[in-house]
């Protein structure tokens, strides 16, 4: 008797595994300048750094395939005269998200931000020279530069914000203000529409209004009374910044990456140790969420 389970689950019948990716690296933890955002790639919806979206992996069963979950950056316990961390890379198989880049400390001239998956934001302190510090860059098809900092005479610092994944990040318009982190990308792998990889907001020394981070866990830039925010958890967005007298020691960290994965819901895929992850089906495909973890990863 024919076991129709058995018909239907095998590997003539299934279609090819053509598995769909979403890859987000963390991003980089904070300093004085807003960090930059986890690379981010993708094969639904749009990718990171206005690049053409991605090819799907074929692969095969009963093969091991490599993912790692990047973590974000640490950020520095004194931003005023220490750099942040870069966020860690993110990897699916043969698919790399770099690491955000570390927000830049304070110091007197112009300091050039941190290249990453999306770069952190310059800074200039004390009288500022008339050249900016510049925003570090973006990796190709991941993300954006950071933005660079105000330029000219002013009387305690400026600095950039954060590049996200599908924005530059801002530059404030004058010394002593502020810029916002540039934004996130959308993506809609899971069924819902979902942003990641913000950049973070830059820090200020004077008070003022927080620097919003970028759409896609971009955390808040400090001012003098006003506190940041780190990059939220699986969006690999970049911590905002710490410069203020107040905030300095703050160490906002830059939020961690995520791995998520789309393929034919005729599959089963085994989650190894060392992972934390959990699949869901969303209409003819199943969908597996990796939120932390190196290990491996295999269909049946």
Do not use: H
Request: with cysteine; aromatic share 4%.
């Amino acid at each position: 008797m024919l076991n129709i389970t058995t018909a239907l689950l095998a590997p003539s019948t299934l279609p090819p595994l053509a598995v769909n990716y979403l890859v987000v690296a963390g991003g980089g933890g904070c300093a004085a300048s807003g960090a930059g955002a986890g690379g981010l790639r993708s094969t639904v919806t749009a990718t990171g750094g206005g690049g053409t979206l991605e090819t799907a992996l074929n692969l095969s069963v009963l093969t091991n395939y490599t993912v790692t979950v990047g973590a974000g950056g640490a950020g520095s316990a004194n931003g005023q005269n220490t750099n942040g961390s870069d966020g860690s890379n993110s990897v699916f198989s043969t698919i790399t998200s770099t690491g955000g880049g570390k927000g830049t400390a304070g110091g007197g001239g112009a300091i050039n931000g941190f290249s990453g998956g999306s770069g952190s934001g310059g800074f200039v302190g004390g009288t500022g020279p008339s050249s900016p510090g510049t925003g570090g860059a973006g990796t190709a098809n991941e993300g954006y530069a950071g933005g660079n900092s105000a330029a000219g005479s002013f009387s305690v610092s400026s600095s950039g914000g954060g590049g996200g994944a599908g924005q530059i990040g801002g530059t404030p318009p004058s010394g002593d203000t502020n810029a916002a982190g540039g934004n996130g990308v959308a993506v809609s792998i899971t069924g819902s529409s979902v942003t990641y990889a913000g950049g973070g907001g830059s820090g200020m020394y004077v008070n003022g209004t927080a620097a919003n981070g970028g759409t896609g866990g971009g955390g808040l830039g400090s001012t003098g009374n006003n506190a940041g925010s780190s990059g939220t958890t699986n969006t690999g967005g970049g911590a905002g910044g710490a410069y203020s007298e107040a905030y300095k020691t703050a160490a906002y960290s830059g939020g961690s990456g995520v791995v998520i994965l789309s393929y034919p819901s005729g599959y089963v895929i085994t989650i190894g140790g060392g992972l934390t992850g959990s699949t869901a089906t969303v209409g003819l495909n199943k969908v597996t969420t990796i939120t932390a973890g190196t290990g491996n990863v295999s269909w049946a």
